[in-house]
């Protein structure tokens, strides 16, 4: 009888140790696999996003014959724009893009102002001229991954003169 419960408590150690083991196992495999799941979700969602990084843009050029994409260079994943474009003689402007693809749209848009009253409520006024001029401009995207068979200027090709019966 008392080797019969020596026997029985070697037994029970040795089922207990390898549940421990079992269970290290399985704790570091679930570990792993997390931390596969997180160097994949590091790989795929936290790529930077483009950004604009420089915007420059020249005063109103009145001796251009027609819009004009005048270079566009890649520095790694780094793409410098320079272009001419007929735009609103205000002068002031909010530059965006959007990427479809291969095609990369810059936006250009009036330079809008929120004007705050003095009950609170706000406006937004938006300063306009009754002609268009030609700017230069120079766009440096960063965080690029690919290179674009098309550029846009709001929507467009750069091809439009000043003139629209000059265009057909």
């Not at 009888?1 to 390898?18: A, E």
């Not at 421990?20 to 795929?44: G, V």
């Not at 893009?97 to 938006?126: A, F, W």
Request: glycine residues 2%.
């Amino acid at each position: 009888m008392r080797h019969l419960s020596t026997i029985l408590l070697i037994i029970l150690f040795t089922s207990c140790s390898s549940n421990q083991k079992k269970e290290k196992t399985e704790s570091y495999l679930q570990e792993e696999s997390r931390s596969e799941i997180n160097n994949k979700s590091l790989n795929n969602f936290d790529k930077p996003k483009p950004e604009i990084f420089l915007i420059k843009q020249s005063e109103c050029v009145e001796n251009c014959n027609k819009e004009n994409l005048i270079s566009k260079e890649y520095f790694g994943d780094t793409l410098l724009l320079k272009f001419i474009s007929i735009q609103n003689c205000a002068g002031k402007f909010d530059i965006d893009y959007k990427i479809d693809n291969e095609t990369l749209d810059i936006q250009i848009d009036i330079k809008k102002t929120i004007v705050k009253r003095k009950n609170g409520s706000s406006d937004t006024l938006i300063t306009i001229a009754f002609c268009d001029c030609y700017y230069n401009f120079e766009i440096g995207l960063k965080h690029i991954d690919k290179k674009f068979t098309t550029i846009l200027v709001n929507g467009e090709k750069l091809n439009k003169t000043l003139w629209p019966e000059e265009d057909e």
